[in-house]
């Protein structure tokens, strides 16, 4: 026993030697220490010994008020620049027009089947036919080809009859398969045929060299005669720049004389005799009533396949025996490169060099294109043979063209493949618009574009009888002919520029700012903070340190003593 007592008077001696060397550690002691000397304003008031509890009480409620609206006013700047990163200002309102590309321009007869062709294939198919049945029962069986255009029918035995004739007596000899786009290329109007002259910037050109001027391209109105197109080609043939103007002006734009060729229409798609002209723009369209509508006219971006569906492309009716002018106005959206930073869902658009499957350059009516293909193919497993791809990549023959076999099932889902959305929205009453939509949600709009708009009017041709280099030199008869000037009307557009709508050093001021005014914080306070947080770590470590150092030394001591 009293080895014991011994041995706890000295042990208890010792720990009470050290207790006096090393102070206590206090946590409320050191957080009143902060509150007296941090730099924001009214935390020395809690740490003051000469206030009243009801003072303390009193700066603790306006310092909760105070740290409750930071918090509010912060939280609701930061969702609302997650919410809109971007910001888009008018850059520039004198804008060159020589650094926009000249649109991409597609003409089409709304007759989709030349009538000589069709003779001549009714002749080759009449000569194979076993049952010796003439031209004139070929002639009706041809006309059924131009239901792969507009996916309508009307007797669907009559159709695979007539396919299974095709599929035994019109094979390729490269594949032993009918190819509808073979046959559809061979019965489409010629361009060499609809184009009677062409000029670019008031300089007659050639119109159908190749890889110059215009070509004919696949469209959703089948082969039309296509200028300044750039964009993907299923065939990778290298294509030079994009035409470029940098004047004003119907006479310095491209002008094209149109031959109507009334007389060879066989099937017409619109129930009208001429032309239709594309534009990849917003269309404001001004007709003339009382004359007969001639060829169509498209406008599109030159990097994009014309696609009506992904938007933006813009219609014109040309009409025989009239003069049209398409004014196209531009207007450009530049997206700087801080822009990339943010992913593709936040900033809603991409960039051309982003994604490259879609050609040399990202489009979204490229990648509507394929997403449609994509749709085809799972529900009629065939590809419709004006789709770009339809060929397949270079130039094979693995993907299945549609025939009159196929006509059926794309009848039934053509108004599903004809509205296009990328991003599922619950509206009331449109529920099942959207379940019967082609849903693309990664074909999102290019970051930075071309938008073309279009103004049009028209005046009579005037036959003139004299001779020289005029556009209508030599054509005494304007009523199968059709004139048409696509040009820009301005030398300058706007230039519209995305970036940033924070940056860091905007992103600091602004919640500078509010813990400024609010809080009364700066810099040094949160250094203040950062500090204390450090120190109370290390008062901790350093007290368990000891203490275990203490433990160790007493069982060192203790252990002989104990012996």
């Not at 002691?29 to 020395?44: D, G, K, M």
């Not at 294939?121 to 009449?126: D, G, H, K, Q, V």
């Not at 009706?140 to 009859?161: C, P, R, S, V, W």
């Not at 470590?541 to 030394?553: D, E, L, N, S």
């Given at each position: 026993?009293?080895?014991?007592?011994?041995?706890?008077?000295?042990?208890?001696?010792?720990?009470?030697?050290?207790?006096?060397?090393?102070?206590?550690?206090?946590?409320?002691?050191?957080?009143?220490?902060?509150?007296?000397?941090?730099?924001?304003?009214?935390?020395?008031?809690?740490?003051?010994?000469?206030?009243?509890?009801?003072?303390?009480?009193?700066?603790?409620?306006?310092?909760?008020?105070?740290?409750?609206?930071?918090?509010?006013?912060?939280?609701?700047?930061?969702?609302?620049?997650?919410?809109?990163?971007?910001?888009?200002?008018?850059?520039?309102?004198?804008?060159?027009?020589?650094?926009?590309?000249?649109?991409?321009?597609?003409?089409?007869?709304?007759?989709?089947?030349?009538?000589?062709?069709?003779?001549?294939?009714?002749?080759?198919?009449?000569?194979?036919?076993?049952?010796?049945?003439?031209?004139?029962?070929?002639?009706?069986?041809?006309?059924?080809?131009?239901?792969?255009?507009?996916?309508?029918?009307?007797?669907?035995?009559?159709?695979?009859?007539f396919q299974e004739f095709l599929d035994r007596h019109d094979v390729s000899n490269a594949t032993g398969m009918y190819n509808a786009l073979d046959t559809l290329s061979k019965l489409s109007p010629r361009c060499e045929d609809m184009l009677l002259r062409c000029f670019w910037k008031s300089i007659e050109l050639p119109c159908m060299l190749r890889n110059d001027m215009i070509e004919v391209r696949r469209t959703q109105y089948g082969f039309c005669c296509t200028f300044n197109f750039v964009g993907h080609n299923e065939d990778s043939e290298i294509h030079p720049p994009p035409y470029h103007l940098d004047v004003g002006g119907p006479e310095m734009g491209l002008v094209v004389l149109l031959n109507g060729s009334t007389n060879d229409y066989f099937y017409n798609l619109f129930n009208n005799i001429g032309f239709n002209v594309r534009i990849d723009a917003l269309s404001i369209t001004f007709r003339a009533a009382g004359c007969v509508v001639s060829p169509q006219l498209q406008i599109f971006n030159p990097n994009e396949v014309p696609d009506i569906t992904a938007g933006g492309v813009s219609e014109q009716f040309i009409q025989l025996g009239m003069e049209t002018f398409v004014r196209v106005d531009a207007i450009t959206i530049y997206s700087e490169p801080d822009v990339r930073r943010y992913s593709r869902q936040k900033r809603q658009c991409v960039f051309r060099d982003e994604v490259h499957k879609y050609g040399a350059n990202y489009g979204r009516s490229n990648c509507v294109a394929a997403c449609r293909i994509r749709s085809v193919q799972a529900l009629c497993e065939c590809v419709p043979f004006f789709l770009p791809m339809a060929r397949g990549p270079a130039g094979s023959n693995s993907v299945t063209i549609c025939n009159l076999q196929h006509i059926a099932c794309l009848n039934k889902y053509k108004i599903k493949w004809s509205t296009v959305i990328t991003e599922l929205v619950q509206i009331a009453g449109l529920e099942k618009e959207m379940e019967e939509s082609l849903y693309c949600p990664e074909c999102l709009p290019a970051c930075s574009d071309s938008k073309y708009e279009t103004r049009a009017s028209s005046l009579p041709l005037i036959p003139?009888?004299?001779?020289?280099?005029?556009?209508?030199?030599?054509?005494?008869?304007?009523?199968?002919?059709?004139?048409?000037?696509?040009?820009?009307?301005?030398?300058?557009?706007?230039?519209?520029?995305?970036?940033?709508?924070?940056?860091?050093?905007?992103?600091?001021?602004?919640?500078?700012?509010?813990?400024?005014?609010?809080?009364?914080?700066?810099?040094?306070?949160?250094?203040?903070?950062?500090?204390?947080?450090?120190?109370?770590?290390?008062?901790?470590?350093?007290?368990?340190?000891?203490?275990?150092?203490?433990?160790?030394?007493?069982?060192?001591?203790?252990?002989?003593?104990?012996?």
């Open positions: 026993m009293l080895k014991d007592r011994k041995l706890w008077t000295i042990s208890a001696g010792s720990s009470h030697s050290r207790s006096r060397q090393q102070p206590r550690y206090s946590f409320k002691n050191e957080l009143f220490q902060l509150f007296s000397s941090i730099t924001a304003h009214c935390y020395r008031q809690l740490a003051q010994a000469n206030r009243s509890i009801w003072e303390r009480l009193f700066w603790l409620l306006v310092l909760i008020l105070e740290v409750a609206t930071l918090v509010s006013m912060t939280l609701s700047a930061w969702n609302k620049f997650n919410a809109n990163p971007l910001i888009t200002t008018l850059y520039d309102t004198i804008y060159p027009i020589g650094n926009v590309p000249f649109p991409g321009i597609s003409l089409c007869s709304n007759n989709r089947i030349s009538r000589s062709a069709a003779v001549l294939y009714a002749r080759s198919l009449a000569q194979r036919d076993a049952e010796q049945r003439n031209e004139s029962y070929f002639l009706e069986q041809i006309a059924l080809l131009g239901k792969l255009y507009d996916f309508d029918f009307e007797n669907l035995h009559q159709m695979t009859k003139t009888h004299r001779d020289g280099f005029g556009v209508m030199a030599g054509i005494t008869d304007v009523r199968d002919v059709g004139l048409v000037r696509i040009f820009f009307g301005w030398s300058e557009t706007w230039l519209y520029k995305q970036s940033v709508a924070y940056y860091w050093f905007e992103m600091l001021s602004n919640f500078g700012g509010m813990f400024g005014i609010i809080g009364g914080m700066s810099l040094v306070t949160l250094v203040e903070c950062v500090y204390f947080v450090g120190r109370q770590l290390a008062l901790v470590v350093a007290g368990h340190a000891r203490t275990a150092r203490a433990r160790v030394h007493h069982q060192q001591r203790t252990l002989p003593l104990l012996q």
